[in-house]
């Protein structure tokens, strides 16, 4: 994959690929593989959010869960500050765990409901031993609070005192203990209500503001999605059909996956809702443990040609698509844009 | 009245130390844990000072004097040798203390040690651990206590050991399934993820979070280990004679001479239900003291 950037990516990776032994019986028999993540490559810029979408299942969460080395890698390179991270054994890891860290989907699971928030957000501190002496270690605690917008003097309460958004700042607060450069989000605001995903989203972008942070954005919800991110990769079945800029993706979408995508948001408007072309996919996901051939899609696909069966199309620059001169930095994984097959098809469709 | 009175004590004892003021919540939050602590006490200080506190020496016989009632001079009766059956409930109390605690307490180290390790690690370490207990488990319990105890010889060394490990493995079932649902969650992955060794988050996370279910099964444990003592002694395989236990108290003298003096069963069967009661429902007291997520709501 090649981007012209001059700047050295904060975190690349490329070709990953995750994929689950399925097993039988006593002896533990291999009888197949369930191809999780299958060949994804993307490039996280300093100070961008970059999201993530698909369906469940689609393998963004263990995309994030390998960018983080805790899924055991099947193939594929991770690059993060410049370092090739994919081979490091578990204590090299650690001063790289440092510098990366994650706020997790489901604010009631990940906080220790017997530990005091004083010392769920100090654990990081300690694990690494920053926590020296008493007095810098509350001062530190303080301040990481009221980065996220806690009072202070919460610190020595419980976990179960918090609402959910709180509980969700102060998993905030844990993961910028260490000061990371790179925070994976994986759904941070999906399990809270409307009002509160706001909140979450804007705390977010501020943080980001305030400590150049670049997030790794992982969410079903394409308007959370719209609302926080830079750059957005869509996925589909263990592979990325399409990377765009934010406002680029909604306005073209270019893979039909993510035209059908697109178009299952609701409009706020009920007559505009009712009246709207809608380009619905067909079919259910298909098992990850036997994918299609060739494109993933290609069952589903509306736009289906003889060649997507046999091939899979590479995440690509738009060459031969409906808008071929676009300047944008757009990639997308289907026949459809690739100069030898899909010219000219897209104009019989409208 | 005593609320008032636990509310003017309240401030000062929190001050001078956390164990009165965890105390303290016991009573008020959990009388009847309470209850239960105070007895367990008790039969502690009984068993600590049995020899003191019995009227007779515990071997004393006096034919003379056999199978007599409850009275002034014997509360608890006397039994087939004329031995005064309240100072043999009282050593006994220290014999079946010492068993039935060192021996829970062994079980639950053992449960918790192979439980963690086995559920926390998982896959292959789990399985070979896991079909290692199974194969433990097919022996029915009391099979494998008389073939260990004819081996090794009675004693009370023996039985604490022998208890000890059959439920401490058949336990670590219990805590390997606390283990594996505790380990879902995503804080002990957040630890993993901060760079956490092993040891911190078992210790941090994967322990505090499964002490529900230690407490339950220690206490359940107590009272297991003291009715299998006294299958053994039934057996012949317990604490050997004339030593007592409430085990062989209520299984030997007590079964035998049930219609000629029902207070020989009477005196040890009490004693180990109370025993048994008491320990449980401080230990449910604790588990729920403990819980932060019950701290404040009354």
Wanted: aromatic share 6%; charged share 20%.
């Amino acid at each position: 994959m090649s981007l012209a950037i001059n700047e050295e990516p904060l975190l690349k990776v490329d070709d990953l690929k995750v994929h689950f032994t399925l097993t039988e019986g006593f002896m533990q028999k291999p009888v197949g593989s369930v191809k999780a993540v299958d060949g994804v490559s993307f490039e996280l810029r300093h100070g961008e959010t970059f999201g993530l979408v698909g369906e469940s299942g689609c393998g963004k969460s263990t995309t994030a869960l390998a960018v983080l080395r805790m899924q055991p890698l099947t193939g594929g390179l991770i690059e993060f500050e410049g370092n090739d991270i994919t081979q490091l054994e578990p204590h090299q890891m650690r001063p790289v765990r440092r510098r990366m860290q994650m706020v997790y989907q489901d604010p009631f699971s990940s906080l220790n409901p017997r530990m005091r928030i004083r010392d769920i957000i100090g654990e990081p501190l300690l694990v690494h031993g920053l926590a020296t002496d008493r007095r810098s270690f509350r001062a530190r605690i303080n301040e990481l609070m009221d980065m996220v917008g806690l009072l202070p003097d919460m610190s020595d309460r419980y976990p179960h005192e918090f609402s959910g958004g709180q509980r969700q700042r102060i998993g905030i607060a844990r993961a910028l203990a260490l000061e990371p450069s790179l925070i994976i989000c994986d759904e941070p605001v999906s399990a809270l209500d409307v009002s509160i995903q706001a909140q979450v989203l804007n705390l977010l972008m501020d943080l980001q503001r305030e400590l150049g942070l670049t997030y790794l954005f992982i969410a079903h919800d394409l308007s959370v999605v719209r609302h926080i991110s830079d750059r957005i990769g869509v996925m589909y079945l263990g592979r990325i059909v399409e990377i765009a800029g934010r406002d680029e993706l909604f306005a073209r979408p270019k893979h039909p996956y993510t035209q059908a995508l697109l178009s299952s948001i609701p409009l706020p408007d009920p007559t505009l809702e009712a009246t709207r072309p809608q380009q619905l996919i067909v079919g259910e996901v298909p098992s990850p443990k036997t994918p299609p051939s060739g494109c993933h899609f290609h069952p589903r696909c509306p736009k289906v040609m003889d060649v997507c069966s046999v091939h899979s199309p590479n995440l690509e620059r738009n060459q031969a698509g409906p808008f071929p001169n676009h300047s944008d930095e757009s990639l997308v994984a289907c026949h459809l844009y690739d100069a030898s097959f899909g010219r000219g098809d897209r104009e019989t469709e409208t | 009245m005593s609320e008032l009175i636990v509310e003017a004590v309240l401030p000062a004892v929190r001050k001078r130390s956390a164990f009165l003021a965890f105390n303290m919540r016991l009573i008020r939050e959990k009388p009847l844990g309470a209850v239960g602590g105070v007895v367990f006490l008790l039969f502690m200080v009984c068993g600590i000072f049995a020899n003191f506190l019995a009227p007779f020496e515990m071997n004393h016989t006096d034919l003379t004097q056999r199978l007599l009632a409850p009275s002034l001079a014997f509360p608890f009766g006397t039994d087939h040798l004329g031995r005064d059956v309240l100072s043999r409930v009282l050593i006994g109390a220290q014999i079946s203390m010492i068993v039935s605690f060192l021996a829970a307490g062994i079980a639950t180290v053992i449960s918790i040690v192979v439980g963690v390790i086995s559920g926390y690690f998982g896959g292959k370490p789990d399985m070979v651990i896991q079909r290692g207990v199974d194969a433990w488990m097919t022996f029915p319990d009391l099979v494998l206590l008389i073939v260990i105890v004819s081996i090794v010889g009675p004693g009370i060394p023996q039985i604490v050991v022998v208890l000890g490990l059959l439920y401490g493995i058949a336990g670590s079932r219990i805590v390997r399934g606390a283990v594996v649902s505790v380990k879902e969650n995503m804080y002990t992955h957040a630890s993993l993820s901060i760079g956490a060794p092993t040891f911190h988050v078992m210790r941090k996370h994967i322990l505090p979070n499964i002490m529900p279910v230690v407490i339950v099964l220690f206490t359940t444990r107590i009272g297991a280990v003291i009715l299998a003592e006294a299958g053994l002694s039934f057996l012949g395989l317990g604490v050997p004679p004339p030593a007592p236990t409430w085990g062989s108290m209520l299984s030997g003298t007590g079964r035998t001479y049930m219609y000629l003096g029902p207070w020989l069963a009477l005196a040890p069967g009490l004693c180990i239900t109370a025993v048994v009661y008491a320990v449980n429902i401080y230990g449910d007291a604790l588990r729920d003291l403990l819980d932060p997520r019950m701290r404040g709501s009354q």
